[in-house]
């Protein structure tokens, strides 16, 4: 194989997987270095610039442990790439998801969190329901959250979870207050239009 320095566009993506097999890091940087570009651009798209990087950090972190642990075929490494980035971030979406359904699961789980004289955007009043029940509806929650433009999911997770003020998730997202809180409210609405059209479609 030729030398990783200086010729790296000459050897192919399957030489350099072939070589991260046998645990050569080298081979290792020279395809991170190849593919990062497209990678960080993809994960942008995907989540903002500010969980970007630990997407394609994870990301090729996951990767050599496929390469050099595991007996798996990878015939395209950039689309396993970016594949493993997008499966990434719908796993961090569902976490969200989760952690804003369940707040205050013991006595109602509030989605959106509901500002002073605000009804709630879901709420579930606290009855003998079972665990799988429950765990069906975070799982229905987080699918209509992952339909959510990016803004809206920001917007959301930093009031309702971070508990950001209005100024401050708007420092973040570079609008006003009154912008936040007009675009919180749309989020809102959003999430509470994509979760029962969820159920509706789930019941049809």
Same mark, same amino acid.
């Given at each position: ?46 989540? !903002? ?31 396993? #790439? ?29 989605? !959106? ?34 339909? #959510? ?13 971070? !508990? ?9 997202? !570079? ?30």
């Amino acid at each position: 194989m030729a030398a990783h320095d200086g010729s790296e566009t000459e050897i192919a993506d399957d030489e350099l997987v072939a070589a991260v097999r046998t645990g050569d890091q080298g081979a290792f940087e020279t395809i991170y270095r190849r593919h990062v570009g497209a990678a960080q651009r993809y994960a942008v798209r995907l989540a !903002g610039p500010h969980q970007a990087d630990d997407l394609v950090a994870e990301a090729f972190a996951r990767l050599w442990t496929v390469l050099t642990d595991a007996d798996r075929d990878i015939r395209d490494f950039r689309r396993y #790439l970016l594949v493993t980035i997008r499966n990434l971030n719908a796993s961090e979406v569902r976490k969200q998801a989760r952690l804003l359904l369940t707040e205050d699961v013991d006595q109602a789980v509030t989605l !959106g969190g509901a500002a002073a004289g605000e009804q709630p955007l879901l709420a579930v009043v606290d009855e003998p329901e079972t665990d799988v029940l429950r765990e069906a509806e975070r799982d229905e929650v987080a699918i209509s959250l992952a339909q #959510l433009p990016l803004r809206w999911r920001q917007a959301l997770w930093l009031t309702h979870v971070e !508990g950001l003020s209005a100024a401050d998730v708007g420092s973040r997202l !570079g609008l006003s207050a009154n912008a936040t809180r007009q675009l919180s409210y749309r989020a809102r609405i959003g999430l509470r239009r994509e979760y029962l059209g969820l159920l509706d479609r789930a019941s049809a």
